[in-house]
Nanobody
């Protein structure tokens, strides 16, 4: 099993940047596919970005070119650097993990963090 703890959320003006972190417990972090999801009020949770065990990345169209996902296996941490933030990026951001790629991409994994709030003001 793995436990996930997000940090780095906050309030930022449109056009600004934030970096989210997700720290994972356990000694097998490098075996996990990792992902970031977000959920805005009244909306379904949606995939934002994912990173494979070897560092391959994928992004939703809404964040491509603005967000960057990365991982540091020595620190058991995955990051989400968010640039050029827009009010529509306002949401609770969740970290997800699983040893199966599909479980992360589809959001069907059982391993989630508690979420961190990101608010972008116009």
């Amino acid at each position: 099993q793995v436990q996930l703890v997000e940090s780095g959320g906050g309030l930022v003006q449109a056009g600004g940047s934030l970096r989210l972190s997700c720290a994972a417990s356990g000694r097998t972090f490098s075996r996990y596919y990792m992902g970031w999801f977000r959920q805005a009020p009244g909306k379904e949770r949606e995939f934002v970005a994912g990173i494979s065990r070897s560092g391959g990345t994928a992004y939703s169209d809404s964040v491509k070119g603005r967000f960057t996902i990365s991982r540091d296996n020595a620190k058991n941490t995955v990051y989400l650097l968010m640039n050029s933030l827009k009010p529509e990026d306002t949401a609770v951001y969740y970290c997800a993990a699983n040893e199966a790629l599909g479980s992360v991409v589809r959001g069907t994994t059982n391993y989630w963090g508690q979420g961190t709030q990101v608010t972008v003001s116009s």
